[in-house]
Structures are given as structure tokens and as C-alpha cells.
């Protein structure tokens, strides 16, 4: 079954620390990876669209990596802001079901100052 | 910058009352999708729209809801009678031009927050 894990549920940081956040997926055959950070009752944005060549991808203080053998990418998030404290949600596209996106349930981010 | 605008931004209703959500996609974006996502939960696909048809749509999407692009500009969510567990915020997103699988990126709109009582 296509399933998209994330870990951790949530987390806590302080103001200027980085964090690395990660995602297992089981989806195949594997199609892109996406990151979106949702703030609180908001619409969610997209950060980085990884294909399967790709290894790494930098979106400003964003980066996302994939490792398609292993099927994990991890989102790392450098001198993070107040801003930053969101839902962090990857999600997958394989390409049977005509590309359809499947969801992680996302890791919380709190920034405290 | 263009973006998906959504209406109402919250919607109280009661159930078994017919609720339709409006959507103006970004104008040259060619596939519109309608999504829910229950307070705390995941985001869940409902249905994607192409061509003025339904190119996808899952479990939830049932035959009380319904998608109408009526216009040009506008794409719609229909509710016909609404339930309790209808409760949630529903975003509309579109794309253009290659479906998802060729890495087009999904805009969403800020979501209409839907309360049955």
C-alpha cells in the first residue's frame, strides 16, 4: 500500500537552530517528492518538487534531500525564524493512480523565541 | 503574483443544508483539484477536474458532492446535503500544464472552512 510516514509528530526548537525533519515513503513506482509547509488554517505552499535524479534541493534556508533507494527524504531548515513554526507536510506522487499525491500527516514545528 | 482566491472563507451551515464553495483558479492553470482536510488530520484528495470533466476523484467524493466550472474563471464544490462529518477546511488548488507526475506544482488557495451543525 502507498503510504507516506513523517517523523517527528512535532517539534520544538529555539530561535537560530537548525532542524532536520524526515519522510519515509513505500510509494512505487516512485514518481517526485514534494515538501509544503502549511501555516495554522492556511493554504499549504510549496517548498521543493524533488524527481528521482535529483539528490538535493535548496529553497533559501530550505533543504530538502531524497534518497530514492531507500525511499526517505528529510527537509533541513537552517537558523530558523519564528516564521518557520508550521505543519511541514511531504507528500508523494507515484506513477500509477494517474499521479495521484499521497499525504504524510506532517511534523508540526514549534520556534520558540 | 497570481494565486488561487477561494469563498467563502468560513461557512456555517446546518446539516442537510446544500453548501457550494467557489474557487477562481490561477487563469492559465489548466487542471483544478478540490481538497479536505478535517481539523488535525490529513490533507485528502477529493477530485481533480480537466477539460471541463472530472479526471479523478476518491472514496470521499461521493454522490452528494459535485464540481461545476460554470465559467471561464470559476470552479465549484457543491455540497448537496451536508453532514456533521462534512466539517472541515477545503482547499482548492490548481496546475499548469503537465499533470503532477511531470512535476507541475500544485497552488493551493487559503481554503474555505466549512461548520455543519
Known amino acids: 500500500k502507498n503510504q507516506v510516514e513523517q517523523s517527528p509528530q512535532s517539534l520544538i526548537i529555539l530561535e537560530g537552530k537548525n532542524c532536520t525533519l524526515q519522510c519515509n515513503y513505500t510509494v512505487s513506482p516512485f514518481s517526485n517528492l514534494r515538501w509544503y509547509k502549511q501555516d495554522t488554517g492556511r493554504g499549504p505552499v510549496s517548498l521543493t518538487i524533488m524527481t528521482f535524479s535529483e539528490n538535493t534541493k535548496s529553497n533559501g534556508r530550505y533543504t530538502a534531500t531524497l534518497d530514492a533507494d531507500t525511499k526517505q527524504s528529510s527537509l533541513h531548515i537552517t537558523a530558523s525564524q519564528l516564521s518557520d513554526s508550521a505543519s511541514y507536510i511531504c507528500?508523494?506522487?507515484?506513477?500509477?493512480?494517474?499521479?495521484?499525491?499521497?499525504w504524510g500527516a506532517g511534523t508540526k514545528l514549534i520556534i520558540k523565541p | 503574483e497570481p494565486e488561487v482566491t477561494q469563498t467563502p472563507s468560513h461557512q456555517v451551515t446546518q446539516m442537510g443544508q446544500e453548501v457550494i464553495l467557489r474557487c477562481v483558479p490561477i487563469s492559465n492553470h489548466l487542471y483544478f483539484y478540490w481538497y479536505r482536510q478535517i481539523l488535525g488530520q490529513k490533507v485528502e484528495f477529493l477530485v481533480s477536474f480537466y477539460n471541463n470533466e472530472i479526471s479523478e476523484k476518491s472514496e470521499i467524493f461521493d454522490d452528494q458532492f459535485s464540481v461545476e466550472r460554470p465559467d471561464g474563471s470559476n470552479f465549484t464544490l457543491k455540497i448537496r446535503s451536508t453532514k456533521l462529518e462534512d466539517s472541515a477546511m477545503y482547499f482548492c488548488?490548481?496546475?499548469?500544464?503537465?499533470?503532477?507526475?511531470?512535476?507541475?506544482?500544485?497552488?493551493f488557495g487559503e481554503g474555505s472552512r466549512l461548520t455543519v451543525l
Open positions: 507528500v508523494v506522487s507515484g506513477m500509477d493512480s494517474n499521479y495521484q499525491l499521497i
Open positions: 488548488a490548481s496546475s499548469y500544464p503537465k499533470r503532477l507526475g511531470n512535476t507541475g506544482e500544485l497552488f
